[in-house]
């Protein structure tokens, strides 16, 4: 079974506006984190946010938060006030803590935002 | 600055070559992690290691080599037995249990 699945086709989304990124995951573990990453078409990926199992609050950086609901294993990206900077590949991905190879990721497939001036 | 470089940024090779890219990362970070790309899909890990002289096969080792003398390094060789040679790597590095940084990557064409 896919560990990280994103299923959402390409997304548009009008500058100014707020986007969700949907991200859904399967894991067995109690302790877990959960990251997000922007891939431009230069092809680096760039680290977004992160979210640990045990952490409370949603998290939240700048105009990128999450919003993580742990008991439907939704880790989702809302980014607030699109800018047309924020065209790129976006990546879920997860670190299982208790499986040995504590700090290897496993990706999604990736969703494509395109923001429409 | 504080970086991780990975060179060339794009390569040929013939078939029945083996061909080496290199990482380098400056960020003092004790784990670094090869993954390979293809067209509209996510990454899957080739190699990683945590430590100096140590690493572990990921998802799709077969035709993939890779060492780790010191920190800093940790160049993958794609050998001719990697029946689909031609992708995008990334080279990652990242502190034990903290994100991962990404180099520019490095984009294998097969000829």
């Known amino acids: 079974a896919q560990k990280i699945t994103q299923t959402q086709p390409g997304m548009f989304v009008q500058e100014k506006e707020a986007v969700t990124l949907d991200c859904t995951y399967d894991?067995?573990?109690?302790?877990?984190?959960l990251f997000w990453y922007k891939q431009p078409s230069s092809g680096e990926m760039i680290f977004l946010i992160y979210?640990?199992?045990?952490?409370?609050q949603n998290a939240t950086e700048g105009r990128y938060s999450l919003n993580f609901q742990k008991a439907r294993k939704s880790a989702n990206l809302v980014i607030s006030a699109s800018q047309l900077g924020d065209s790129a590949m976006y990546f879920c991905?997860?670190?299982?803590?208790?499986?040995?190879?504590?700090?290897?990721?496993?990706f999604g497939k990736g969703i494509t935002l395109s923001v429409r001036p | 600055d504080g970086g991780i470089t990975q060179s060339p940024k794009y390569l040929f090779r013939k078939e029945g070559q083996n061909v080496t890219l290199s990482c380098e990362q400056n960020?003092?970070?004790?784990?670094m992690y090869w993954y390979r790309q293809d067209p509209g899909q996510g990454l899957r890990l080739i190699y990683y290691?945590?430590?100096?002289?140590?690493?572990q096969k990921g998802d799709i080792a077969e035709g993939y080599s890779v060492s780790r003398e010191k920190k800093e390094s940790f160049p993958l060789t794609v050998t001719s037995a990697q029946k689909n040679p031609t992708a995008f790597y990334l080279c990652?590095?990242?502190?034990?249990?903290?994100?991962?940084?990404f180099g520019p990557g490095t984009r294998l064409t097969v000829l």
């Open positions: 990652a590095s990242s502190r034990r249990y903290n994100e991962q940084f």
């Open positions: 991905a997860m670190r299982e803590l208790e499986t040995g190879a504590n700090s290897k990721l496993t």
């Open positions: 960020l003092n970070h004790d784990a």
């Open positions: 290691s945590q430590i100096v002289n140590d690493f």
């Open positions: 894991t067995s573990d109690q302790s877990y984190g």
């Open positions: 979210q640990g199992s045990y952490d409370e």
